[in-house]
């Protein structure tokens, strides 16, 4: 049976998003050719633990939610990538499968200046490799797990 895989996207930022969601498709495709990708467009980073959730608890093997929250001039940019990240930590735990994260929170990004929007970008291209990695690593590693 084909490896099923849920991808939570963040509609937000959705230039640097997108690099991310592509590279990570393209490395699993490269890795797991028979994988079965469904890819799940949210409005934004806080609502991927959910759909997560939901897609994990109807049959998908693995979630993986990619999403870019920054510091829209008041503090909360922070509290948010925290939120998402615990939660999709929480999520994994309750339902017992694997809900990766490449939710970037910068320290230092303005969305005036198309110089950042390309170089983040850019390093969502290189997250969704990892991301692709940490999948492949974690289905073994289950695997196993479950057979010692």
């Not at 099923?4 to 640097?16: H, M």
């Not at 198309?114 to 289950?142: N, P, T």
């Amino acid at each position: 049976m084909p490896l099923k895989i849920a991808v939570l996207s963040a509609s937000w930022n959705e230039k640097i998003v997108q690099s991310g969601e592509d590279s990570f498709v393209k490395a699993v495709k490269a890795s797991h050719p028979d994988a079965q990708i469904n890819i799940f467009k949210v409005p934004g980073s806080l609502e991927i633990p959910l759909a997560g959730k939901q897609a994990l608890e109807n049959g998908h093997d693995i979630a993986v939610g990619i999403g870019f929250v920054v510091n829209g001039g008041i503090y909360r940019h922070e509290f948010v990538g925290h939120t998402v990240v615990q939660s999709i930590l929480d999520v994994q735990l309750q339902v017992n499968k694997p809900f990766l994260s490449v939710v970037l929170t910068p320290q230092a990004y303005c969305e005036h200046l198309d110089i950042y929007e390309d170089m983040f970008a850019k390093h969502m291209v290189e997250k969704g490799q990892e991301a692709a990695r940490a999948c492949s690593g974690m289905i073994k590693a289950l695997a196993e797990v479950q057979a010692a």
